[in-house]
């Protein structure tokens, strides 16, 4: 153990003590509206390199870099396309990143190598809080340990991150609760690579050019070649073992009436669709946003309560849901049983 790791309040002393210790080259975790993000002075390689040890995450998988204003963003890419800043105007800030060009401040480490960076303008007031009072650039992936579920609360934060790190902002329970949207631009158009928060619905009201990255819902190869490094690797996991069931609330019924153990866990929409089972059951919301909010949650959950497996009910493919579709697919490891 590094550090003994403290978790502060989001008043204004604990931000400015927290703003000292990103100044200093530190690493803290930080409540946003997406998950938790375990943040640093995008700009030094050194502080950055604590965010990759911290995380135990692969080199090559790059940092999203987080800012306050449209100033901060110049100093930090070679060119903005005219389509970033649409989509800047229509979702910053807010849970949207976006690849660009990379300036030559920001350092290979942040951008794992890459000749482009993801930038982001978050919404919580605690995070623009930060940022502003630091100054700094703050490269922030999820706080989470490499492949484990994104942190939604502090306390997931800490059951994590424990030792690895000086110190947690607590700003309550994350509201959107799956990580950003993330965005490149081509063809004078919008290819996504990461669903989240703001939909393809919510893109295509600023061009009908979106283009679903083949990535965001298959299996890649290992060696295939991926347009964002993240999409290779084992994500959003739990211990126990997690089985997506594609199917109507009476199939999905049956199917857990049949498959019902101790160390078995149902992940359903609503209470309702399992009443009257003598079965271990956890809901995680009836609509996109519900689910979004609290499928990290509940995978952390099933975890504490000793799950071995885990069949869950699965997501719509549209909208915001296909954001939770894309994590949960991955928690899976793209295990699906249609019925
Ligand atoms: P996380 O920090 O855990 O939210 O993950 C960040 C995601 O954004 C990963 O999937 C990265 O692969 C992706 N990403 C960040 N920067 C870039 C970039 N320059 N090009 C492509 N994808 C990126
Ligand atoms: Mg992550």
Known sequence: MKYTTRILDDSKESVAFAAGLLNQGEVVAIPTETVYGLAANALDADAVAKIFIAKGRPSDNPLIVHIASMDMLDGLVREIPPLALKCADAFWPGPLTMIMPKADVIPAVTSGGLDTVGVRMPSHMTARTIIEKCGLPLAAPSANISGSPSPTTAKHVLDDMD??????????????????????????????????????????????????????????????????????????????????????????????????????????FSDGDLEGLDVNFISYGTTDSEQAHLLFDVLRRIDNMGAKTVFARCPKKTGVALAVYNRILRSAGFRVIKL
């Open 163 to 268: 030792g690895r790190i000086p110190c947690i902002i607590d700003g309550g329970f994350s509201a959107v609760g799956i990580e950003s949207t993330v965005i490149a631009f081509e063809n004078d158009g919008i290819r996504l690579l990461r669903p989240g928060f703001i939909s393809v619905e919510d893109l295509k009201t600023v061009t009908d050019n979106v283009l679903i990255d083949e990535g965001v819902l298959n299996m890649l190869d290992n060696d295939a070649v991926v347009a964002s490094p993240g999409m290779k690797y084992k994500h959003y996991s739990p211990d126990a073992e997690v089985i997506l069931i594609d199917s109507d609330t009476d199939a999905f019924r049956d199917y857990v009436s049949h498959h019902a153990d101790s160390d078995t866990w149902f992940m359903t």
